[in-house]
């Protein structure tokens, strides 16, 4: 829609930019003629970084992992799927370090070279994984090709290290030997695989474990030698670790292993403390890159201070455009600020009391507040109209669901109602058939299915009360708190187990009855589903010393719940929230919510001392009546 009135927001956000941008065009302009060669050498090392070192190290972690899953495969591990995945990663690697070296041009003549034998020895990667799944080719041959292609990539690493500073220069080298290192720990981890496999060491791969052993010792004591400071301390404290000790007994036994003998049984152990140690020099290979990040960066400090004082010459230019940024500033987030508190009141106002409304009354909708926010901006006026459609829609659809939720209700009381009716029919003449059952067996299962009867009805009521509206059963007199117990009691499946203490001589009032063996028939049911079935539920009442009325406790023995669940229950016990059709697994904590709002009612949920729940129901006095004057 095109614009009304105002100016459109791009053009202000244009006008706000244009001075700035012009400012420091012209200022890093200048900068970059007094950095000259010193930024273009940088540019360099960061192109390398990024188009060569980062991919390739890419790529050998990748190789890495192929060469010991293959190791593992060669050893009958059941690890081919996990193989095959490997592979794709490692080609997608390789893919990218294709691309990044064709990305990055031209390259110095002796980095080009490294870069050739590189990419000539993981072109045959292809060969070798056809010669690994024929078995043609042995698992150290298969081990050696992929040491040559991983090696490559090293002496690749050599010739990307041009920081101009020798004693930056020496860290820089040590940390690569460190990253040779950990390739070397790596190759010994595929090794110590074969070993482990064949129980016993061979002369080829004597041989090639010794020869790692030796490299890898070598490259770590040389690059420690040139670390200094805090670069070297964690591989000072690695080297006197007994993790790191362990793994040089157990280089010095693959070493000293007879052909004949088979391995110690210490060897189970190796893997596991090989991998802990790779860990580990991972960690401290990160850290030790991340350093030298650090200690690179104050050698373009000297470039950035001839920047710092070519900008000093665009402050006049700078000032020009925070004084025009702030105008235009200004009035915009004006704009949007009323925008937002217009928003935020209709959001935590306006449409919460019309949802409210709906609930009431789902036939009564009203008419929406259009947001009225005073903008001379063509976006923010559009985004204004945007909120009073959405609004509107929001109104809409909240009717919509009132009316379903209203719906659904009338649904579920019409047929409670006529099941209700159909089951106080079947109860009257259950009644009758007991008075006159020619023998006890045909008694006892008429009293089966009259207790069978007698929570269907229950259930019927629950689908009432969930729909706000009263169950229908109700008596004029009070009834002792002893028979409203009993009978809560006989509406469960499993009455046999609940024990009822005697309670003190009250009663509840009459329109309070039904209500209240209802709740009491919830709960005492819950405890006897969430509890085992040897177990008993007690149920026993009494009279609390502060507060007046009456405590009725059910304690069931199971396992209880989280603290977490129980706050939650207990919260939703408090507000009587409105039921929620997604919610079904928890009918009878709205049915007990819903009936202890009527009266007053207060239940809590509380951990048991024998490990269950113990459900706490609290009547005020207004539902209590004396059972002594009642007789009377």
């Not at 036939?363 to 009225?372: G, N, T, Y």
């Amino acid at each position: 829609m095109p614009p009304k009135r105002g100016r459109p927001i791009a053009l202000k956000i244009l006008i706000l930019l244009s001075v700035p941008l012009a400012a420091l065009a012209g200022l890093w302009g200048f900068a970059a003629g007094l950095t000259g060669n010193d930024g273009l050498r940088l540019l360099e090392i960061d192109s390398l970084v990024e188009n060569l070192a980062t991919p390739s190290e890419q790529v050998n972690i990748e190789l890495q992992r192929e060469r010991l899953l293959t190791v593992e495969l060669y050893t009958g591990a059941p690890r081919q799927h996990d193989l095959v995945r490997q592979r794709a990663a490692t080609d997608v690697a390789v893919a990218r370090l294709a691309a990044s070296i064709e990305e990055q041009g031209t390259l110095a003549p002796e980095l080009k070279t490294q870069v050739n034998a590189l990419t000539r020895d993981l072109a045959g990667l292809r060969s070798l994984r056809g010669e690994i799944d024929e078995r043609t080719v042995t698992v150290v041959r298969a081990m050696g090709v992929y040491n040559r292609m991983v090696d490559a990539g090293f002496r690749m690493y050599d010739k990307l290290i041009l920081v101009p500073e020798l004693a930056l220069y020496r860290q820089a080298r040590a940390v690569t030997s460190l990253g040779e290192a950990k390739e070397l720990l790596s190759r010994e981890r595929a090794l110590i695989v074969v070993i482990m496999a064949a129980d016993r060491v061979d002369d080829e791969v004597r041989a090639m474990f010794a020869e790692t052993v030796a490299t890898r010792r070598l490259l770590f004591e040389q690059a420690l030698s040139y670390l200094d400071g805090n670069l070297r301390q964690p591989y000072l404290q690695l080297e006197g670790s007994p993790r790191y000790k362990r793994f040089l007994e157990i280089e010095e036994a693959v070493q000293a292993q007879s052909i004949g003998t088979g391995l110690p049984a210490s060897s189970a152990s190796w893997p596991g403390v090989s991998a802990q140690l790779w860990g580990e020099i991972e960690r401290n290979q990160v850290q030790a890159v991340a350093g030298l990040v650090d200690r690179v960066t104050p050698a373009a400090s000297g470039i950035l201070v001839k920047i710092g004082v070519a900008g000093v010459l665009g402050l006049v230019a700078v000032g020009v455009a925070i004084w025009v940024s702030l105008r235009f500033r200004r009035k915009l987030v004006r704009e949007l600020a009323g925008l937002r508190d217009a928003a935020t009141a209709l959001a935590h106002a306006g449409l919460p009391q019309v949802v409210r409304r709906l609930q009431n009354n789902p036939r009564a909708v009203p008419e929406p507040m259009p947001l009225e926010i005073r903008t001379l901006t063509t976006e923010v006026a559009d985004i204004a109209q945007a909120f009073n459609s959405v609004q509107t829609t929001a109104i809409e659809a909240a009717a919509g669901q009132a009316r379903l939720r209203h719906g659904v209700n009338q649904v579920f009381v019409n047929l409670a109602r006529r099941n209700q009716s159909l089951l106080h029919r079947q109860l009257l003449q259950l009644d009758e058939m007991e008075k006159s059952a020619p023998d006890p067996e045909t008694l006892e299962d008429l009293f089966r299915l009259d207790h069978l009867t007698t929570r269907m009805r229950r259930h019927a009521e629950s689908l009432i009360i969930l729909s706000g509206h009263a169950a229908g059963r109700g008596w004029r007199r009070s009834v002792p708190i002893v028979d409203v117990m009993r009978a809560a009691a006989a509406e469960v499946e499993e009455y046999a187990r609940v024990e009822i203490t005697l309670p003190p001589k009250l009663a509840l009032t009459g329109g309070a009855v039904a209500d209240v063996v209802h709740l009491l028939a919830e709960l005492i049911e819950n405890a006897t589903l969430f509890s085992p079935p040897t177990t008993r539920v007690d149920v026993r009442a009494f009279q609390p010393e502060v507060g007046g009325g009456l405590a009725i406790e059910i304690e069931d023995r199971g396992l209880g719940l989280p603290d977490a669940d129980l706050d939650e229950l207990n919260a939703r016990l408090r507000t009587a929230p409105e039921f929620d059709l997604a919610e079904s697994d928890r009918l009878g904590l709205f049915v007990v919510s819903r009936l202890a709002g009527r009266h007053e009612i207060t239940v809590t949920l509380g951990p048991s001392p024998y490990g269950g729940l113990t459900a706490t129901v609290l009547l005020p006095s207004s539902v209590i009546a004396d059972q002594l004057a009642l007789s009377n």
